[in-house]
């Protein structure tokens, strides 16, 4: 058990509203992910971290920002929500306290966070 | 952005048969993994592999990697019900810590 945990795992809200959601790890490791993952598109990553207040862009984050003000918490915030951004959101770490990932280290994901936007 | 494509996308069987999901692309990884997702939960590795030509087996899984480090494919012998889920292979590659995935093959084993 890698110690993720996403909230909440469930939300609905309209377009325009701005969203925020939350993982927290309890194992101290430094690489965090936020993916989100749709029908035919499998899982594509919105944006990550390497370190407290260090991060950067993955392949879909238009739209999306994101904050780690601690090791432990990475939030993805959704500024103004559209139907687009409708998605199962994951939250992932790697096992890396070192700043190294090696390239057989495993990612761990929490169990999601359903977004329906109406 | 380094595309993997699975196939095929979905696959359905009965009990006891064997099956193969593949995961091609053009570019070369440093290493590649597969997961198995389950409804309502994140994804869970099964297997890592980092060299050409390797095979790997957990139990009924195989898994291999391609000699070009571009491709790999799992082969479950005599599926049970219990293997039913969405595999998905990610593979690394020189950008540190950075996963690309495939759009996965929904697997289903029937009694």
């Known amino acids: 058990d890698a110690g993720i945990t996403q909230s909440p795992r469930h939300k609905v809200t309209e377009t325009g509203t701005p969203v925020t959601l939350r993982c927290h790890q309890t194992e101290n490791h430094r690489y965090m992910y936020w993916y989100r993952q749709d029908p035919g598109h499998g899982l594509r990553l919105i944006h990550y971290?390497?370190?407290?207040?260090?991060?950067d862009k993955g392949e879909v984050s238009d739209g999306y920002s994101v904050s780690r003000s601690k090791t432990e918490d990475f939030l993805l915030t959704l500024e103004s929500a559209t139907s687009s951004q409708t998605s199962v959101y994951f939250c992932?770490?790697?096992?890396?306290?070192?700043?190294?990932?090696?390239?057989?280290?495993?990612?761990?994901f929490g169990d999601g966070t359903r977004l329906s936007i109406l | 952005t380094q595309l993997l494509e699975q196939s095929p996308q979905f696959l359905s069987i009965q009990e006891g048969e064997n099956l193969t999901v593949y995961c091609n692309s053009s570019?070369?990884?440093?290493?590649l993994q597969w997961y198995r997702q389950e409804p309502g939960e994140g994804p869970v590795l099964l297997v890592t592999v980092v060299t050409g030509g390797e095979v790997k087996k957990l139990k009924r899984l195989t898994f291999q990697f391609g000699d070009a480090r571009k491709d790999s494919s799992l082969h479950i012998t005599a599926a049970q019900p219990g293997d039913t889920g969405l595999y998905l292979c990610a593979g690394r590659g020189r950008s540190w810590g950075k996963l690309q995935f495939g759009a996965g093959t929904q697997v289903v084993v029937t009694p």
């Open positions: 992932a770490i790697s096992e890396s306290k070192t700043g190294v990932i090696m390239g057989n280290q495993p990612q761990h």
């Open positions: 971290s390497y370190g407290v207040k260090d991060t």
């Open positions: 570019s070369v990884f440093s290493s």
